[in-house]
Nanobody, 131 residues
Framework: QAQLVESGGGLVQAGGSLRLSCAAS????????MGWFRQAPGKEREFVSH????????YYANSVKGRFTISRDNAKNMLYLQMNSLKPEDTAVYYC????????????????????????WGQGTQVTVSS
């Protein structure tokens, strides 16, 4: 069956960088919007970034704008999140997600920032930023 697997998390000092990867298997998501969400301890899951199926439209939460960059390689069925200038408040479990319900269609930044619009999720990767 289809699954998403994140990797690349770890412990980093404030100001450092990490690159998260999300590998899709079992089916292709190359025609689907994909995104990154995160959940810190004791907090609700929140939107981080998403990319339209072609990569031509990307969107970021204000808290990460200018520091994080989302990208995808559809030929490899991969999604990435480059995280620079990390802050302790970025500490969270980061999840990759895919919206398989719309094919070659981008529903817009507001729609694709809602976690309930995604039907495939990875298991998450821990990112810890020390001060």
């Amino acid at each position: 069956q289809a699954q998403l697997v994140e990797s690349g998390g770890g412990l980093v000092q404030a100001g450092g960088s990490l690159r998260l990867s999300c590998a899709a298997s079992g089916r292709t998501f190359s025609l689907n919007t994909m995104g990154w969400f995160r959940q810190a301890p004791g907090k609700e899951r929140e939107f981080v970034s998403h990319s339209s199926w072609s990569g031509s439209s990307t969107y970021y939460a204000n808290s990460v704008k200018g520091r994080f960059t989302i990208s995808r390689d559809n030929a490899k069925n991969m999604l990435y999140l480059q995280m620079n200038s990390l802050k302790p408040e970025d500490t969270a479990v980061y999840y990759c997600a895919a919206d398989s319900k719309a094919t070659a269609l981008y529903r817009g930044s507001y729609y694709s920032s809602q976690d309930d619009k995604y039907d495939y999720w990875g298991q998450g990767t821990q990112v810890t930023v020390s001060s």
